[in-house]
């Protein structure tokens, strides 16, 4: 079967660093996706990962080991904006382009 | 660019009754697009994916009579939501993916079905 592991909830102070983690175990991997939901709204892309490493894109990076079957997404400089869920999703198929959606963590920023 | 919307944002309807919602690509073709449904506080749930010129293939467990889709154009995926139970209500979300992309998904910003 297909199963994609987040933690429920974080929090976390303004300012701060957090890490997100995120399992995976799926039929295949073509790619690792994070998302930002604020509630009633919907997904944001943040990050894409295929190949094994970190990918830095400003405030958010995201890493894969695809040997461990592992992503994480790092939020530096929180700001209470950052307040949301985090959604991360694999793609197991390649031509399909079909997300297998993680539980998503809750993410709230304290001042 | 990349934008996807649907119509309606909202919609509350009577018990048995049939909705119609519309997700279009703005600024893109897609052949593909996706339906999914999100109960509160929980994660997405992909309930079929959509392909312009052919059936939709639907997720295990989703009733496909129920839950009709219809892509008749490279920019327009509808979903209608037959004779409607208050179990239906949901957020659905529909999402698209650029032809040229590497398959990033782009979402609509989501409709709330209620039904009384």
């Known amino acids: 079967g297909q199963n994609i592991d987040q933690p429920t909830e974080m929090t976390a102070t303004e300012g701060a660093i957090v890490q997100i983690n995120c399992t995976y175990q799926?039929?295949?991997?073509?790619?690792l996706f994070w998302y930002q939901q604020h509630a009633g709204e919907a997904p944001t892309f943040l990050s894409y990962?295929?190949?094994?490493g970190l990918e830095e894109k400003g405030r958010f990076s995201s890493f894969l080991s695809r040997s461990k079957g592992y992503s994480y997404l790092l939020l530096k400089e929180l700001q209470m904006k950052d307040s949301a869920s985090y959604l991360c999703?694999?793609?197991?198929?390649?031509?399909?382009?079909?997300?297998?959606f993680g539980t998503g963590t809750r993410l709230k920023v304290l001042a | 660019g990349a934008v996807v919307s649907q119509h309606p944002s909202w919609v509350i309807c009577k018990s048995g009754t049939s909705v119609k919602i519309e997700c279009r690509s703005l600024?893109?073709?897609?052949?593909?697009m996706f339906w999914y449904r999100q109960f509160p506080k929980q994660s997405l749930m992909l309930m079929a994916t959509?392909?312009?010129?052919?059936?939709?293939?639907?997720e295990q467990g989703v009733e496909k009579d129920k839950f009709l889709i219809n892509h008749a154009s490279l920019t327009l995926s509808t979903l209608t939501v037959t004779s409607a139970h208050p179990e239906d209500s949901s957020f659905y979300i529909c999402?698209?993916?650029?032809?040229?992309?590497?398959?990033?998904?782009?979402f609509g910003p989501g409709t709330r079905l209620t039904v009384l």
């Open positions: 999402s698209a993916r650029d032809i040229g992309t590497s398959g990033e998904q782009f």
């Open positions: 799926t039929s295949g991997f073509n790619g």
């Open positions: 990962n295929v190949l094994d």
């Open positions: 999703a694999v793609s197991p198929t390649s031509g399909t382009y079909k997300y297998i």
């Open positions: 600024d893109f073709q897609a052949t593909t």
């Open positions: 959509s392909n312009e010129g052919s059936k939709a293939t639907y």
